[in-house]
């Protein structure tokens, strides 16, 4: 029965690996054209996706008086950019999300592009400075410019008094409504129809989360990004959803059972760039390369291109002093688009079966993945997980022997350590040593997080790591240790020769449970910033799932990791049965001798 088992076991593991290299060659072998169906959402949309000004806002939108654009800006010809305190001078680094289009996200080629981003090449060409870009999460983007890991927040980033107190931000090139999106069943049909009683999802740290937690005086499900907040929307375990127009629209796909409800705005809080508050040249700078290219027509055609949707009445990007740009009749053009649309007839809503299945089971876009995967994903991930398995395993070997230590100066050090560093989630971890300590190093990581993640990883292994050892040490029969000292050894040669050995070879499930868990942990480490060619498996998917709004990407990255995984404890299995038995498992058959014996009697 056990053998039968190990065959059928071995039989699937190499079923799941086929199948990943056969997607693998086959994606290679292809063109990358999109999914029927599925459309590139990280790409412009440009003025035929044209929307007006939106008609059903909430009645209680604010429209109170801007505070903090300036009056003014200095001549882009006139800016010293070697007093601008970057932290490589030439050069802007830019933490920004991937996961937002069209306003920011990582394309098909692994280039962070999107309307934000664009605009802000744009500002540094004007300048003369080069511009950097590293993902990260949103959670943690502020306090990362606040700490220097970053010149510039591009993130969409709406700016709010709150926020202020962490960072400073440059004048306005966008202006956000958001909007309320709900079932087109529901019975939501406004902010107003909101309660207590109602699953509001949003992206956790947004502006969208602050206004229902701080205005609505809700309490809202959050979730860390747009896609899984829809995702959860369509499939009912959400009742509404609140996001950035521009992300709800492009959200929504014909057939999809959800409609956008109503919309919200306040002047005073339009979108911005986030600069470190201690460095406002920096943010001066930026708002005179912003009046530039709103007087050259770049950021008209940008807009046009990427974002093209009427502006509120009374806002215009950049300074005051700079002229209104020149655009086209979005209105005009929305109302075109949506008359030539009336002739189709329209999609019957999906089932939800269907939905479910275009959801999670694009083959077409589990062809697109697997490329990237292999090439960035896959790479990166074992990087990760081997640094910080072997480096882990040293560390925790060392954390094992001084807490059965008989100094108490060995004893309680490691304990501290090891209390810590189990005690503390491991993104709190990451960020801690990530924004912590690369400030410091910055010298010698060149402000590049990568290693500082990995080292990161490493610590965390060690404590869990060292319980491991310790538990296998101290499960060795004491007899070993009195029968290695009887015969002549030292303590130190008994532990080193005899006891450690055997405790080790008892714990390697364990060991390799561990390990399996730093493969997957290694998706953390995007809270750091990480760039594009420095993505791991669940990086690289979550980019592609935002470029099409569809959750298969991550799916074929869940593969990936099954892929690793299930052979490593199946390895580990045959390795503990070979060190346990001293030979292979032949079960079912016989030795010479024995049949030598069955024949003779025979």
């Known amino acids: 029965m056990v053998r039968k088992f190990t065959v059928k076991a071995r039989a699937f593991v190499l079923v799941l690996l086929s199948a990943v290299l056969v997607l693998g060659l086959a ?11 599925t459309s590139d959402l990280c790409s412009p949309p440009g003025v035929g996706s044209s929307s007006a000004a939106p008609t059903n806002l909430d009645a209680s939108a604010q429209t109170g008086e801007d505070r903090y654009t300036t009056a003014n800006t200095t001549p882009v010809d006139q800016i010293d950019v070697t007093k601008l305190g970057l932290i490589t001078p030439g050069k802007i680094s830019v933490g920004t999300l991937s996961d937002a289009p069209p306003s920011i996200c990582v394309d098909s080629t692994g280039t962070f592009t999107g309307y934000d981003n664009e605009l802000l090449k744009a500002v540094a060409a004007k300048l003369g400075l080069d511009v950097e870009f590293s993902g990260t999460e949103f959670a943690g983007l502020l306090s990362q410019v606040a700490t220097r890991r970053f010149d510039v927040g591009s993130s969409s980033i709406t700016t709010t008094d709150e926020r202020r107190n962490t960072v400073g931000f440059t004048n306005g090139y966008d202006f956000g409504y958001f909007s309320l999106v709900a079932p087109t069943d529901s019975s939501v049909k406004g902010f107003a129809d909101l309660n207590a009683g109602t699953r509001i999802g949003v992206v956790q740290g947004t502006v969208q989360d602050d206004y229902v937690v701080n205005t609505l005086k809700l309490d809202p499900v959050k979730f860390p990004d747009y896609n899984t907040a829809y995702a959860n929307l369509k499939t009912g375990q959400i009742d509404a959803w609140v996001a950035p127009s521009q992300q709800a629209e492009g959200a929504i ?137 072997i480096v882990g395993s040293v560390l925790g070997m060392v954390l094992a022997v001084a807490g059965i230590s008989r100094t108490r100066w060995l004893r309680w050090p490691a304990r501290i350590y090891t209390d810590i560093f189990r005690g503390l989630p491991a993104v709190v971890i990451i960020l801690i040593i990530g924004l912590g300590i690369g400030p410091v190093v910055k010298g010698i990581t060149g402000n590049n997080p990568y290693w500082l993640g990995a080292a990161a990883l490493s610590l965390l292994a060690a404590a869990y790591i060292g319980e491991i050892f310790r538990s296998g040490i101290q499960s060795v029969e004491p007899g070993q240790l009195e029968a290695a000292r009887a015969i002549g050894f030292s303590y130190n ?78 390895l580990v299995n045959y390795i503990d049965k070979r060190l346990r038995t001293g030979k292979a498992d032949k079960s079912g058959t016989l030795d010479p001798l024995e049949q030598a014996i069955v024949v003779e009697r025979g």
């Open 253 to 389: 796909k014909d057939g999809d059972p959800t409609a956008i409800v109503q919309n919200t705005f306040s002047l005073n809080n339009f979108v911005g760039w986030a600069v470190a508050k201690d460095n406002p040249a920096l943010a001066d700078a930026l708002n005179s390369g912003l009046d530039a290219v709103i007087a050259d027509g770049t950021w008209a055609k940008l807009y046009a291109d990427w974002v093209p949707r009427e502006l509120p009445e009374g806002w215009k990007p950049g300074s005051k002093a700079t002229t209104i740009p020149d655009l086209p009749d979005f209105a005009a053009l929305a109302a075109e688009n949506a008359g030539t649309g009336d002739a189709a007839a329209p999609s019957s809503p999906k089932g939800t079966f269907e939905q479910l299945g275009d959801t999670f089971f694009d083959w077409e876009l589990y062809r697109q993945a697997i490329p990237d995967l292999f090439t960035t994903g896959l790479p990166n991930t074992l990087i990760l997980a081997l640094i910080s398995g």
């Open 493 to 570: 040669q008994a532990m080193t020769l005899v006891v450690i050995p055997q405790g080790v070879r008892r714990v390697l499930p364990a060991l390799m449970n561990q390990f399996i868990s730093l493969i997957k942990d290694s998706s953390l480490i995007y809270f750091l910033g990480l760039l594009a060619s420095q993505r791991e498996l669940f990086a690289v998917g979550r980019d592609l799932n935002a470029q099409t709004g569809n959750l298969s990407p991550l799916v074929a990255a869940g593969l990936f990791y099954l892929a690793l995984t299930i052979p490593l404890t199946h």
């Open 27 to 37: 994606a290679c072998g292809s063109d990358n054209g999109s999914s029927s169906g």
